[in-house]
């Protein structure tokens, strides 16, 4: 039997979440996954406590991490490692400060957030972390590498896409991916009045580019997309236009969210 909330200890708030409503929600957030819903990279915990060959302990070239993780995920097949060794792994990874209390929140008001996961990572281990959290629930939709195991039981990971973004990896540009979403939703006749971008690293900067005035960016603090977009505010005036919430927790962006529905 599916236990509702295994892994953080919530109650079993996520019952009929994702389930379409009257109205449409009016606001849409995105999460990035490693070190903003989890609290490490996930790549790293895979790796951890294993000894790679010095050319994979090697820091790939620029763009090309994908790859790098494709070759770290067959030799770790090739070593016996399988499904329910990657799915522990997964599972264990421990969420960021705050984010179970974050999804309570989501989950008490879901009929007003639509919530999208948008990373890096790959599908396999975010599904197996989201469910273990009993947070799969919330999320309308996960964009990711596709991960699976094949014949011989080893975890593959492809890219995600191809682009043409010169700022981002060559196997997935979230700004292309938040673009299309929009566009998407809007032809379904779901428009939002804010869009929040929740994350962390370099790659969350530059979707985080396409936010308006209305809009939200929430980046960790202290992290490469904070970094980031303090610079451009600071070289570039007005060119960011989203309001910028840093956050150690992420009970801070529950309680900006809570009062933004306090105004509303």
Same mark, same amino acid.
């Given at each position: 039997?599916?236990?509702?909330?295994?892994?953080?200890?919530?109650?079993?708030?996520?019952?009929?979440?994702?389930?379409?409503?009257?109205?449409?929600?009016?606001?849409? =957030?995105?999460?990035?996954?490693?070190?903003?819903?989890?609290?490490?990279?996930?790549?790293?915990?895979?790796?951890?406590?294993?000894?790679?060959?010095?050319?994979?302990?090697?820091?790939?070239?620029?763009?090309?991490?994908?790859?790098?993780?494709?070759?770290?995920?067959?030799?770790?097949?090739?070593?016996?490692?399988?499904?329910?060794?990657?799915?522990?792994?997964?599972?264990?990874? *421990?969420?960021?400060?705050?984010?179970?209390?974050?999804?309570?929140?989501?989950?008490?008001?879901?009929?007003?957030?639509?919530?999208?996961?948008?990373?890096?990572?790959?599908?396999?281990?975010?599904?197996?972390? =989201?469910?273990?959290?009993?947070?799969?629930? +919330?999320?309308?939709?996960?964009?990711?590498?596709?991960?699976?195991?094949?014949?011989?039981?080893?975890?593959? +990971?492809?890219?995600?896409?191809?682009?043409?973004? +010169?700022?981002?990896?060559?196997?997935?540009?979230?700004?292309?991916?938040?673009?299309?979403? +929009?566009?998407?939703?809007?032809?379904?006749?779901?428009?939002?009045?804010?869009?929040?971008?929740?994350?962390?690293?370099?790659?969350?900067?530059?979707?985080?580019?396409?936010?308006?005035?209305?809009?939200?960016?929430? *980046?960790?603090?202290?992290?490469?997309?904070?970094?980031?977009?303090?610079?451009?505010?600071?070289?570039?005036?007005?060119?960011?236009?989203?309001?910028?919430?840093?956050?150690?927790?992420?009970?801070?962006?529950?309680?900006? =969210?809570?009062?933004?529905?306090?105004?509303?």
């Amino acid at each position: 039997m599916r236990r509702c909330c295994e892994g953080v200890g919530l109650p079993c708030l996520f019952k009929g979440v994702g389930m379409a409503g009257a109205r449409p929600p009016r606001f849409l =957030l995105v999460f990035d996954f490693d070190e903003t819903i989890v609290d490490e990279n996930s790549d790293d915990s895979v790796v951890r406590g294993r000894a790679l060959p010095e050319q994979l302990r090697q820091s790939p070239r620029e763009g090309s991490y994908n790859e790098h993780m494709q070759r770290v995920l067959a030799f770790l097949g090739e070593q016996g490692v399988r499904a329910g060794d990657f799915r522990a792994v997964y599972e264990n990874i *421990p969420l960021s400060p705050g984010m179970a209390e974050l999804f309570q929140f989501l989950s008490k008001h879901h009929e007003l957030f639509e919530v999208v996961l948008i990373s890096d990572a790959n599908t396999f281990g975010i599904e197996a972390k =989201l469910r273990a959290a009993g947070a799969r629930s +919330l999320f309308r939709k996960i964009f990711s590498n596709p991960a699976g195991f094949d014949r011989r039981g080893f975890l593959t +990971l492809g890219p995600y896409h191809s682009h043409k973004c +010169l700022q981002c990896p060559a196997n997935m540009c979230k700004r292309k991916i938040l673009t299309e979403y +929009l566009a998407e939703r809007a032809q379904e006749e779901v428009e939002f009045q804010r869009v929040f971008y929740m994350g962390d690293g370099a790659n969350d900067f530059c979707p985080s580019g396409t936010l308006t005035a209305a809009d939200v960016a929430f *980046p960790r603090k202290g992290y490469p997309m904070h970094r980031m977009i303090q610079e451009i505010q600071e070289k570039q005036p007005g060119a960011f236009q989203a309001a910028v919430v840093p956050w150690e927790s992420a009970t801070e962006v529950a309680r900006y =969210l809570q009062e933004l529905l306090k105004r509303k």
